[in-house]
Structures are given as structure tokens and as C-alpha cells.
């Protein structure tokens, strides 16, 4: 009988294409991942991944195969999901994802309640950009910054998040606040591919003049930049109004984003998932005031 841990392997490599990559997905290393595809190739008695100077791809027998297995996977994962949405206990690890600096600024530091009402709970947070998959197991449950619109998904909008232009006051004191497009000055930016977000469009357009003094997907690398007088940023309020910054006065502000939480439905009613849940809620409502401030 052929192992699911191969199966596994094999689907892994497959999609991302180099036996490295596919590890780290699966958490294992990257000798056991070369072990499980070579024994279920044996096993099969044919080549299932060709290597390539591009990285791994499917022969005409993985292609034959994959969508077998991929349907195994899915059943799999969905037994999964059923096994823990009747797991009664308050124990265990909750896994969710967010980006860092939610959880650096609003999780974290209401951590301790929630251990002390629930010692037998463990939160293990997957900090990033990444948009993880709830469907494929990767987190338990996820907070966003836009709505998760997966049809097996339970979502809840938490909060609205405010941004601002922001820059230090030695920036200000040798640069000056910026007028018309922006000519003249320093700006802290987005990677390319995540200046569609809407705060950071809306800064492009803003001062189209300005110049790129950093590129970075990490906001708290933006703000440390802002902090050292690199250049003008458009900021999370609840970063950047206790970082000692100045807020720009424009006519026109940044729009605001929405805060959603997703969990999947099939486990949204487990005793530990639905604890973590109405944690994250409280957490976020009691920084509420930090993440939407008036004025």
C-alpha cells in the first residue's frame, strides 16, 4: 500500500518545484523529502518528477496521477477538520496567522489573559505577508487586513485600521513638509508587487514626485526607516502614533483597511479554536481606540 507521507512528498514537489522548497512546506528535511519521492517512484516502478535546470517536473505518469492525489489530499484534510471540530478540550495549539506587526502590537501584549483563563491552550502564530491557507490546514485561524471569501470559511470583520503620512522631526526640519506632488523628498515604500494595496496606491498618487529612499515588505522595517529620518511614510496609526513621529496634515487621508478574522467552519465550533477566536476579538476591540483613532 502506498504511504500517505509519499503521496504527500510527491504532491509537494510538484508544486513548488525543488525538493528544498517543498521541505520547508511540509516542515520535514530536505533528505526525507528526497527519500519519500525516490521510495514512491520504486514503488510505482516509473519516474513520476523529472529534474530539470528549472527545478522538478511532471513526467506523463505524475501528470496521470496528480489529480488522484490531490483528491486524496483534500479528503484527507477534511477528516482532519472534522477530527478536531469534535475535539472537546481546552487544550491544545491553535495556530494563526497575521502579519507581524498586528501581532507585535495587539496579540502579543494580551497574551497573558488568555493563558491565564486557558493555560492548556497554546497560541502558535505564523507571522508574514503569506496568505495562509485555512482550507489546506496551514493555520486554524486567520486575521487579515481584507475579507476572506473562501464559501467554507466563517468571517467576522473586527475593526477598521487608520493610516497617516508620517515622517521624523529631523526629516521635517531639513526637508520640510511636502507640497504639490511631492517634489524634493524621500519615501518609504512598499515592494512593488504590494503597492496595489490601497493606503500605499493612495501614497503613490499622493506624491508622485517623491523619490524611493526604501523598498521593504516588512512595515516595521518602514517605520524604523521613518524613525531615522529616511523619508516620508504612510503608516498604520497604531505603529506610528507612539513612535514619536510627526503626522502630516493633508486635506485628503489614506483610506482605511478592514480587519477580518476567518476560521474554517468545519472546526469554528471546537472548544479551543472558539476560545482563541473570542480572544483575538477582545484583543483587537480593546486596541480599538490605537487601530481607528479619531482626529
Known sequence: MIDWDDLQSFLAVARHGSLSAAARAL?????????RLAGLEAQAGVRLLQKTPRGYTLTA????????????????????????????????????????????????????????RHPGI??????GTRVMSLTMREADIALRFG??????????KLAEVAFG???????????GPPE?????????LNEPDMMELPEMAWFAARLPQGRPALRTNSRA?????????????????????????VRLDVADRPPSRELWM??????????????????????????????????
Not at 516542515?27 to 527519500?35: A, E, H, I, K, P
Not at 497554546?122 to 507571522?127: C, E, P, V
Not at 476572506?148 to 468571517?155: F, H, I, P, W, Y
Not at 468545519?266 to 486596541?287: M, Q, Y
Open 147 to 156: 475579507r476572506l471569501r473562501q464559501n467554507d470559511l466563517a468571517v467576522r
Open 27 to 35: 516542515g520535514v528535511q530536505q533528505t526525507t523529502m528526497g527519500r
Open 221 to 245: 522595517a518602514q517605520l524604523a526607516a521613518v524613525v531615522q529620518g529616511l523619508g516620508i511614510g504612510c503608516l498604520g496609526r497604531y505603529l506610528a502614533d507612539q513612535a514619536g513621529l
Open 122 to 127: 497554546m497560541l502558535d502564530i505564523a507571522a
Open 61 to 116: 505518469a505524475g501528470e496521470a496521477i496528480l489529480g488522484n492525489v490531490e483528491r486524496i489530499e483534500s479528503e484527507t484534510l477534511a477528516i482532519e477538520r472534522r477530527v478536531t471540530g469534535r475535539d472537546a478540550r481546552l487544550e491544545g495549539v491553535v495556530r494563526v496567522t497575521m502579519v507581524e506587526t498586528l501581532a507585535v502590537h495587539v496579540v502579543v501584549p494580551a497574551l497573558p489573559a488568555l493563558r491565564k
Open 262 to 295: 476567518a476560521v474554517h467552519n468545519d472546526i469554528r465550533h471546537t472548544p479551543r479554536i472558539r476560545a482563541v477566536t473570542d480572544f483575538l476579538a477582545s484583543a483587537v476591540r480593546e486596541a480599538a481606540g490605537r487601530l481607528n483613532p479619531g482626529g
Open 180 to 188: 504639490g506632488a511631492g517634489a524634493g523628498h524621500d519615501l518609504v
Open 165 to 175: 503620512l508620517y515622517a521624523s522631526a529631523a526629516y521635517l526640519a531639513e526637508h
